[in-house]
């Protein structure tokens, strides 16, 4: 008798193309033990194609034919040292169609590897900037909500937006918490004008 394969659990679903893209990179990487590996691929070639126009256009432009693209694609790859799933990978994206997807997909990959790590992205987003102290009390606060478990990581980013007035919009996981100046204005206009 055979042992029944297990399962390979993802981390988290993905939706639309670059999720099912990104989900078949990283369920074949996670088979082949190279999900790190992969990863550092996915960063290096990202830095490249938003550095270079000239080969972002390629990849987006909808004239060149598969062919030419899956060519360039070989090109690019074999002058570095990427894994050989990196290197299939995009050949398929290329054969596919599917390259004007690149940073969308790598993205997604990178959503998938922090969901793997435990990593949980925080973003607050303030009228001015907020000094370290804050985030670190911010930070702090919501590692002890329910929403955040003692196995997750936060990793915080600011974001100023002048026209939330004051106050703090902070998004985790799928969760937003308005405390904004300006959503407590327009409540306060809904209710005055209902």
Excluded: C, W
Excluded at 25 to 50: G, I
Excluded at 65 to 93: H, M, P, W
Excluded at 151 to 177: A, C, H, M, R, Y
Aim: proline letters at 2%.
């Amino acid at each position: 008798m055979f042992a029944a394969r297990r399962a390979l659990q993802v981390p988290v679903v993905l939706h639309g193309i670059e999720g099912r893209y990104a989900t078949a990179l990283y369920t074949a990487a996670a088979k082949k033990q190279a999900l790190d590996t992969v990863e550092n691929d996915l960063k290096q070639v990202k830095r490249v194609v938003e550095k270079d126009s000239k080969l972002r256009e390629f990849l987006e432009n909808p004239t060149i034919n598969r062919i030419e693209k899956k060519n360039g694609v070989q090109q690019l790859l074999s002058a570095g040292k990427y894994n050989e799933l990196t290197k299939n990978f995009f050949d398929t994206l290329a054969e596919n169609g599917r390259l004007n997807d690149t940073v969308k997909i790598i993205n997604s990959y990178g959503s998938l590897m922090s969901a793997y790590r435990g990593e949980v992205q925080v973003t607050i987003t303030s009228a001015k900037e907020l000094d370290a102290k804050e985030v670190a009390k911010i930070k702090g606060y919501l590692a002890k909500s329910a929403f955040v478990t003692s196995k997750q990581t936060l990793v915080v980013s600011n974001k100023v937006n002048p026209s939330i007035l004051g106050g703090l919009v902070v998004e985790f996981g799928d969760k937003t918490i308005d405390l904004s100046v300006s959503s407590k204005i327009n409540k306060l206009n809904q209710l005055l004008h209902g």
